[in-house]
């Protein structure tokens, strides 16, 4: 069993950097690939980030690559999602997620292959 707790979200102006961030509790937070999500009221869940078990491959869709980052300590069970040149469109509740992985590379953006979520945390874009 895994729990994810969120931190970090808040309210920022357009073009600004946020830094959020996920707890995770157990001892076997390094078998985990690790993903970030987000959903905006009336639309689906979208995948933003992800990063293998090792930390050594990560990957982004196509309209956040190059604003997002997404990084991880396996010693102290975190993962984080920096966010730079936030636009209108980023507002959303985050969510990090937590999926079995096979291999020390492996990344996983599907979002139902992630066996464990936290609750959200809310981020908000003003202009």
């Known amino acids: 069993q895994v729990q994810l707790v969120e931190s970090g979200g808040g309210l920022v102006q357009a073009g600004g950097s946020l830094r959020l961030s996920c707890a995770a509790s157990g001892r076997t937070f390094s078998r985990f690939a690790m993903g970030w999500f ?12 992800t ?3 090792s930390g050594t491959n990560s990957y982004y869709p196509g309209p956040v690559k190059g604003r997002l980052t997404i990084s991880r300590d396996n010693a102290k069970n ?5 966010m730079i040149s936030l636009k209108p469109e980023d507002p959303a509740v985050y969510f990090c997620a937590a999926a079995r992985a096979d291999s020390d ?3 996983i953006h599907v979002p139902r292959e992630y066996n464990y979520w936290g609750q ?3 981020v908000t874009v003003f202009s």
């Open 105 to 107: 590379i492996a990344i």
């Open 78 to 82: 975190t993962v984080h999602l920096e």
């Open 51 to 53: 990063i293998s078990r």
């Open 120 to 122: 959200g945390t809310q």
């Open 38 to 49: 987000r959903q905006a009221p009336g639309k689906e869940c979208e995948f933003v980030a």
